[in-house]
């Protein structure tokens, strides 16, 4: 008998004790959204997007998270790791959604082949108008594509979701398939990017380029879907 109340005071003591961490959790997040400081990195159940919501977070705080989440080695220097972030990001890969992260900064990206990404150096915030040049043996950093609707990808749209898809596939940092460029319908697109020749379609920078504006569609038609099933 006295072995049973002894188990249900602690089992009723451990319960007390779960609900209020629960509650200080969630007073603690609501206070963080009301002074304009959170963090919020998740896979979207959806579609399996990774979701990443930054307000007023410190460069380092965020890249922590990454890190832990994905094992790239991020390293920021001191000049930037103070840098407060404000990013709403939704990408198909890590990849992806780390560059849209570092996109207004210097970097040197070390990848590994098929291992993908390994590395990411943040050297310092870009001048205004400033690209980031080439270092050898590295991935740059290329300049990120608009992302308003009337860009040149929605103008020269006309694409079904499975066309966008098409342009979408693949290593973010592979070469382009072959077979893109032998169809007339999509040369017209391939060329704003300049991509041209099967040489063009080795080039990892413009092939980032198309994949990273046909990914932007193809997220923009989600969104759109989930509007719809909202109605």
Known sequence: MIESRCNENFLYAFMVFLLSVA???????????????YLNIKRDPVDNTIVLEASQVHLSDVLRQVEQRTGIRMHASESVSDVKINKNIEAMDWEEAIDVLLEDFNTIQIAGGKKGLLSVRI???????ATSSAVPGTKPQRSSASRSPDNNSSVLGGFTETQWRELAKGPYRGPLPNQLLEDPAYREFL?????????DLQDIRKAIRVR???????????????????R
């Open 191 to 199: 060329a704003k990017h300049g991509v041209k020749s099967t040489d």
């Open 212 to 230: 990273r504006d046909a990914r932007k569609q193809l997220h923009l038609i989600r969104k759109q879907r989930r509007k719809n099933r909202r």
């Open 123 to 129: 050297l310092g915030q870009k001048e205004r108008g």
């Open 23 to 37: 509650i200080l959790l969630t007073a603690q997040c609501a206070s963080a959204r009301e002074t304009g400081t």
